[in-house]
C-alpha cells in the first residue's frame, strides 16, 4: 500500500471491520503521514459495542451521516466558488 500525503481523512462507519480503519488512521497520524483524521461511527443495532468508545462522534443513522457529509462540503463549496443548492 503507498500512503499519498494529505492533511487529513475523514472515516464513517457503522461496521466491526471498520474500526480496524480507524486504528490504521490514528496510526497514520502518528506516522506523521496525516495531520489529522476523525471517525465518526453510524450508530445502529448492527453497530459494535466498541464502536462509541472508538469513535470521535456518533450519529444515529443514515440521515444524519447525509448532514455530516453536507456539513463537511460546505467549507469546500466555499473554497471552490462553488453554490449548491
Not at 9 to 32: I, K, P
Given at each position: 500500500?503507498?500512503?499519498?500525503?494529505?492533511?487529513?481523512?475523514?472515516?464513517?462507519?457503522?461496521?466491526?471491520?471498520?474500526?480496524?480503519?480507524?486504528?490504521?488512521?490514528r496510526s497514520l497520524v502518528t506516522a506523521g503521514k496525516l495531520r489529522c483524521?476523525?471517525?465518526?461511527?453510524?450508530?445502529?443495532?448492527?453497530?459494535?459495542?466498541?464502536?462509541?468508545?472508538?469513535?470521535?462522534?456518533?450519529?444515529?443513522?443514515?440521515?444524519?451521516?447525509?448532514?455530516?457529509?453536507?456539513?463537511?462540503?460546505?467549507?469546500?463549496?466555499?473554497?471552490?466558488?462553488?453554490?449548491?443548492?
Amino acid at each position: 500500500m503507498s500512503v499519498v500525503s494529505v492533511p487529513g481523512r475523514a472515516w464513517l462507519s457503522e461496521q466491526d471491520c471498520d474500526l480496524d480503519a480507524f486504528r490504521a488512521l490514528r496510526s497514520l497520524v502518528t506516522a506523521g503521514k496525516l495531520r489529522c483524521t476523525v471517525c465518526i461511527g453510524v450508530d445502529s443495532a448492527e453497530a459494535p459495542a466498541e464502536l462509541s468508545e472508538q469513535s470521535d462522534a456518533l450519529v444515529a443513522g443514515p440521515e444524519e451521516f447525509a448532514a455530516v457529509l453536507r456539513a463537511l462540503a460546505r467549507p469546500m463549496d466555499r473554497t471552490l466558488g462553488t453554490v449548491r443548492g
